[in-house]
């Protein structure tokens, strides 16, 4: 007998970069900004406009969620130590970092096969669901659903309306 497939975002836990694993349960209710990340990109940059949507949106019911990943040009290559130490000294990240994960191919987390799954992409049709870079975000409203889906070259700060939107208080 098969599971059910998932339905929302809720149903996956990982580890954080510090170690115990959160259940994504704990964000119910929130609008959620999902993002691959890398400490040696081109859009490694981006990290302070993610922080900054979520200072802007944190008490209204916003996150984002890191997921740094080393699958593109081997841009993440540190450790959960530098990682975090990297992210709080350059940026200073507040948003809730996960442990290093793969988003494509056979060791890909569970969550990114969902998200894929939800939101394939401009090519998905045509069986490309692939993440094609670093910094490719899922936009996820409070009910657990993924609403929208964002390639590396979108600034965070050209979301805001969307997270307005769906925040929508």
Known sequence: MNAEPAQTVYEFSSPLLD?????????????????????????TPQYAGLEDLYRAYKDRGF????????????????????????CQK???????????????????????GFLKKKKPGI????????IKWNFTKFLVDRKGNVVARYGPSTRPKALAAAIEGLLGN
């Open 123 to 130: 090519l998905g049709i045509f069986g490309a669901r692939g």
């Open 19 to 43: 170690g115990p694993t959160v259940s994504l349960e704990q964000f119910r209710g929130r609008v959620l900004l999902i993002v691959n990340t890398a400490s040696q990109c081109g859009f």
């Open 63 to 86: 996150a984002v969620l890191g997921f740094p990943c080393n699958q593109f040009g081997a841009q993440e290559p540190g450790s959960a130590e530098e990682i975090g130490a990297f």
């Open 90 to 112: 350059n940026f200073g990240v507040s948003f809730p970092l996960f442990a290093k994960i793969d988003v494509n191919g056979p060791q890909a987390h569970p969550l990114y």
